[in-house]
C-alpha cells in the first residue's frame, strides 16, 4: 500500500511532514507527561515550567499558551532535524525510517533528560528564585518516576 504517494522515502524529503512529524511527536510526549501528573508519577507540570521560563510573571494561563506555543515551535524544529537525519543516512523506506527514529528520538531523550534540569538550574528564574523546586539529576526533583514519563 503507497499510503503518501510514493512507495519509498529515498529523495523524498519534506520539511512541511518532518514539522507535522515533531508536532505529533510532541502532542503525544505531552500526552505521556500529563498522564503521569494526573497519576501521581511526576510533579513537573511541563508546559507551565516551560512558560514560566520565558515570561516568570505571567498568569498561569498565558504561561500555558507560552510555553505550548514554544513546545510545539521546537517540536516542529526537532521533526526537521530528526527528518534531515534520516534522509542524509539515506533511509528508504517506512520501515527503516521508524526504527531509526525510535533510536533517535531515545538518543534526543536522553540528551533532554541531562540537559533540561541544567538549564533549568541556570536559567529560570522562578528555579533560580526559589519559587519552583529544583529539577534535580535527570529531572528526579519532580518526582523518582519522572525520567519515564518525561
Known sequence: MDLFGFSTLAGHF????????????????????????GSGMTRMNFLHILGTMMVPRASRKAAYAVGSMVHLMLSAGFGLVHAS??????????????GWDLLLGAVHGMVILVAMPVLLV????????????????????FGGLTPWVR
Open 14 to 37: 519534506s520539511p512541511g511532514w518532518g514539522a507535522a512529524a515533531g508536532i505529533a511527536g510532541g502532542l503525544a510526549f505531552l500526552a505521556v507527561v500529563y498522564m503521569g501528573l
Open 122 to 141: 541556570s536559567m529560570h528564574p522562578l528555579v533560580r528564585e526559589g519559587l519552583l523546586e529544583r529539577p534535580g539529576v535527570a529531572l528526579t526533583g
Open 85 to 98: 537525519i534520516l534522509q542524509a543516512i539515506g533511509i528508504s523506506s517506512v520501515a527503516q525510517a521508524a
